[in-house]
Nanobody
């Protein structure tokens, strides 16, 4: 059974850092693209970052240079290290598995078939 579980969210001051984890089970992690998405109140869910074996690491322009995605295949976990956090980064963050084996990254939400429950990130002084 495929399952994704996010953790690591919390309250942090502007300029601070957090590391989110996405623990995967039921499939081989490095065989699928894994995306991080976020949804702020009143806004649509948007792609933040993605990792795949075919095209490496992808970032949204809004987080480029501040966020780093990585993968530990032995632990079947994807991480999102978030530095220099801003109030506009406040959102619920989700990880998701893309549908197709061996696929590259995509920012289209409907191309991801399994989602975690989300973890809240709040950036505020």
């Amino acid at each position: 059974q495929v399952q994704l579980v996010e953790s690591g969210g919390g309250l942090v001051q502007p300029g601070g850092s957090l590391r989110l984890s996405c623990a995967a089970s039921g499939f081989t992690l490095d065989s699928y693209a894994i995306g991080w998405f976020r949804q702020a109140p009143g806004k649509e869910r948007e792609g933040v970052s993605c990792i795949s074996s075919s095209d490496g690491n992808i970032y949204a322009d809004s987080v480029k240079g501040r966020f780093t995605i990585s993968r530990d295949n032995a632990k079947n976990t994807v991480y999102l290290l978030m530095n220099s956090l801003k109030p506009e980064d406040t959102a619920v963050y989700y990880c998701a598995k893309r549908r197709w084996y061996g696929s590259s990254c995509s920012s289209r939400r409907n191309e991801y078939e399994y989602w975690g429950q989300g973890t809240q990130v709040t950036v505020s002084s």
